[in-house]
């Protein structure tokens, strides 16, 4: 029979002699994430957090109010944000909002607290 090298470890005689009789245990399986090398295929992006999707529409809405935005303006440019920041990720919302002040359809100071806003309701996904 063969001896363990280390015979301090509890049950390392019972393991040698089991390993003789039955031969080594087999390899382990792999996991289900093995070949993810967590490369250029996929990297994680800011974007808005979708659990707080309420939250933002209600502070979306308060500063909309605040500038005095006219509603026809006001939900169509909500809704795409919203869209844009969820989907695609935050820096595309951004230049969105910037492109609407290029445009003239917003100021400067409500985009200030748009961006505000996307920052407070970001998460990495």
Same mark, same amino acid.
């Given at each position: 029979m063969l001896e363990p090298e280390h015979t301090n470890y509890k049950g390392a005689k019972f393991l040698a002699a089991h390993w003789?009789?039955?031969?080594?245990?087999?390899?382990?399986k792999r996991s289900h994430n093995y070949y993810n090398t967590g490369g250029a295929s996929f990297r994680r992006t800011p974007m808005l957090s979708m659990g707080q999707q309420k939250h933002f529409r209600y502070s979306l809405r308060e500063i909309f109010a605040r500038h005095q935005l006219d509603p026809k303006v006001a939900d169509p440019l909500g809704g795409a944000l919203f $869209?844009?920041?969820?989907?695609?990720? =935050? *820096?595309?919302?951004?230049?969105?909002?910037?492109?609407?002040?290029?445009?003239?359809?917003?100021?400067?100071?409500? $985009?200030?607290?748009?961006?505000?806003? =996307? *920052?407070?309701?970001?998460?990495w996904r």
């Amino acid at each position: 029979m063969l001896e363990p090298e280390h015979t301090n470890y509890k049950g390392a005689k019972f393991l040698a002699a089991h390993w003789t009789r039955m031969g080594p245990p087999p390899p382990r399986k792999r996991s289900h994430n093995y070949y993810n090398t967590g490369g250029a295929s996929f990297r994680r992006t800011p974007m808005l957090s979708m659990g707080q999707q309420k939250h933002f529409r209600y502070s979306l809405r308060e500063i909309f109010a605040r500038h005095q935005l006219d509603p026809k303006v006001a939900d169509p440019l909500g809704g795409a944000l919203f $869209a844009k920041g969820s989907r695609n990720s =935050l *820096d595309d919302a951004k230049d969105f909002v910037e492109e609407k002040v290029r445009e003239g359809v917003i100021k400067p100071e409500l $985009a200030d607290d748009l961006f505000t806003l =996307l *920052d407070r309701f970001s998460t990495w996904r």
